[in-house]
């Protein structure tokens, strides 16, 4: 099982002692330094890949996403003149790139999840279940969709979200209860 | 407590952000409607088996493909560069000096506005009533020579 400090994105940057030394890579990023670049990349990649993932449903289509997403990042951070936004900067990206791609491939379209998980023979119920989730995830409109991910997938606070999608933080609980409840309602549903 | 009121405080209580008046009549419901109980446990293995969600990474070769993008965008927009600068027979790598040189053009042609602009705008009269009263002024005085003219006749 993974710990939760893995699943958060950006660890390296985590914390108050490793806030300077984010504000001089996105610095050396902003002069082009591409080690700088690497650095943001290599902090990034997992969680947000993990979004691109649950939103296109597909490990292709998740990474051309991501590197699109990678892209906008580094031509845009020229323009960032807060450093203290950046991370909030990055998801939203991220999530207005997601919701963008969702739009166009057309919402419903399912894919199949069989590489989401192997089915393990002693754990055959627990998969299917995890299976089932994955689809309840899939099928939550995509503002929702976000917020459940961020929240109880990467262990993002409501304020934190609120900067990302900007909201208040009242919007980002009322919207992670409608998300959990048609997750819910997908569960029972696949059980009854 | 009703139960749409503690539905909507179940997703709060699950991440442990109510008060303590709420925690305590929350759980109070909770303890005598089996309804809103089942709801809150669903809730919690949704939660928990979120925290749980495989966790996927791209491959290693997508930091290449994206390195490899950065630098056809850097290619391309050095060669537009170049070619304006050799257009205009001088380098125009620097955005800070393309840049300075349009506010200076724009500067330009806002003091020429200012210049030009600021005495028709002072004037009472607008450009087609300053053009309609000229042409009233120049018919008076052909009319006033007429006249003249016609007084000189009859006298000689």
Not at chain 1, 27 to 43: F, H, L, P, T, V
Not at chain 2, 83 to 111: C, D, K, N, W
Request: proline residues 2%; contains cysteine.
């Amino acid at each position: 099982m993974k710990s939760q400090k893995e699943k958060v994105g950006s660890t390296a940057f985590n914390g108050s002692n490793r806030k300077e030394f984010l504000f001089h890579v996105i610095r050396r990023c902003q002069d082009g330094d591409r080690k700088a670049m690497e650095e943001i990349y290599s902090n990034y990649k997992s969680s947000l890949f993990n979004l691109t993932y649950r939103y296109t449903r597909n490990m292709s289509s998740a990474e051309d996403l991501l590197q699109d997403i990678f892209i906008k990042i580094f031509t845009g951070i020229r323009k960032l003149r807060s450093p203290e936004a950046f991370n909030a900067w990055v998801y939203r990206t991220a999530i207005n790139a997601c919701i963008s791609a969702t739009r166009k491939s057309g919402r419903g379209k399912i894919i199949p999840l069989n590489e989401i998980n192997k089915p393990d023979e002693a754990e055959v119920e627990n998969v299917h279940f995890k299976l089932d989730m994955e689809k309840a995830v899939s099928f939550l409109p995509s503002k929702q969709k976000a917020v459940f991910l961020l929240h109880d997938v990467q262990g993002f606070t409501h304020g934190e979200i609120a900067r990302v999608m900007k909201w208040s933080e009242g919007t980002s609980k009322s919207q992670l209860f409608k998300a959990r409840m048609k997750i819910r309602g997908y569960l029972k549903d696949k059980r009854l | 407590m009703r139960c749409e009121k503690a539905q909507r405080l179940i997703s709060d209580h699950t991440d442990k952000l109510l008060n303590r008046h709420q925690t305590q009549a929350l759980e109070q419901h909770l303890k005598e409607c089996s309804a809103c109980k089942e709801l809150f446990n669903e809730i919690q293995v949704i939660v928990r088996e979120a925290k749980n969600m495989k966790s996927v990474l791209p491959s290693e070769k997508l930091w290449t493909g994206i390195q490899n993008q950065i630098d056809r965008s850097e290619r391309k927009n050095r060669n537009w560069a170049s070619e304006i600068g050799q257009f205009f027979r001088f380098p125009l790598y620097s955005r800070e000096l393309a840049f300075s040189v349009s506010g200076l053009l724009a500067g330009l042609v806002l003091m020429t506005l200012f210049y030009y602009g600021i005495p028709l705008i002072q004037n009472d009269k607008s450009i087609p009533e300053q053009l309609a009263s000229n042409q009233f002024a120049e018919v008076d005085r052909h009319y006033q020579l007429a006249i003249e003219a016609l007084n000189q006749a009859i006298l000689f």
